[in-house]
T-cell receptor
Framework: GAGVSQSPSNKVTEKGKDVELRCDPISGHTALYWYRQSLGQGLEFLIYFQGNSAPDKSGLPSDRFSAERTGGSVSTLTIQRTQQEDSAVYLC????????????FGPGTRLLVL | QKEVEQDPGPLSVPEGAIVSLNCTYSNSAFQYFMWYRQYSRKGPELLMYTYSSGNKEDGRFTAQVDKSSKYISLFIRDSQPSDSATYLCAMSEPGAQKLVFGQGTRLTINP
């Protein structure tokens, strides 16, 4: 079956513009995660969705970052008024089980803010 | 101090060598331990998954967890050029939803 897909694969934007990144999880997976990977760094947790529960937003770095998940499937991560330090690879993962650790990652969206 | 420490390398070894990759951590509540492999411009791929202490073997890969020392390892036997990638350790607490990752070790296997 299809894995986690993300779009766009690459995004170049100007400082101050808003961007939207999309994630399509594996069908049937109830949990969805967003991570950020900066150059030479490990993955940094951003936000987590599980079913209809309130999302865990504890990793979002500022109020410029927000995410939503519509219909328990597709998710969009929005960054408003982008800054150069937002440049990174944004990775989405989905999981069939809560707390199992078996997260399946998409290929990521490479964001460059000029 | 980061919760999970991992030497970023780079690490370069000849084909056929045994590779040892390691992470240390500070949070004694971690119970789930994982190793992910990430090829260039790809997402991380789950390699090994271990609960609590002990060893787990899968083909040429062996994962070890020593909770008393807060130290985990991944061994790759008979390394191949196709094993060249960045290896990330990750761990989580029971019931927690987020994974805490190490920085990743960039590994190159030379033919």
């Amino acid at each position: 079956g299809a894995g986690v897909s993300q779009s766009p694969s690459n995004k170049v934007t100007e400082k101050g513009k808003d961007v939207e990144l999309r994630c399509d999880p594996i069908s049937g997976h109830t949990a969805l995660y967003w991570y950020r990977q900066s150059l030479g760094q490990g993955l940094e947790f951003l936000i987590y969705f599980q079913g209809n529960s309130a999302p865990d937003k504890s990793g979002l770095p500022s109020d410029r970052f927000s995410a939503e998940r519509t219909g328990g499937s597709v998710s969009t991560l929005t960054i408003q008024r982008t800054q150069q330090e937002d440049s990174a690879v944004y990775l989405c993962a989905s999981s069939p089980l809560i707390g199992s650790g078996t997260q399946y990652f998409g290929p990521g969206t490479r964001l460059l803010v000029l | 101090q980061k919760e999970v420490e991992q030497d970023p390398g780079p690490l370069s070894v000849p084909e056929g060598a045994i590779v040892s990759l390691n992470c240390t951590y500070s949070n004694s509540a971690f119970q789930y331990f994982m190793w992910y492999r990430q090829y260039s411009r790809k997402g991380p791929e789950l390699l090994m998954y271990t609960y609590s202490s002990g060893n787990k073997e899968d083909g040429r890969f062996t994962a070890q967890v020593d909770k008393s020392s807060k130290y985990i390892s991944l061994f790759i036997r008979d390394s191949q050029p196709s094993d060249s990638a960045t290896y990330l350790c990750a761990m989580s607490e029971p019931g927690a939803q987020k994974l805490v990752f190490g920085q990743g070790t960039r590994l190159t296997i030379n033919p």
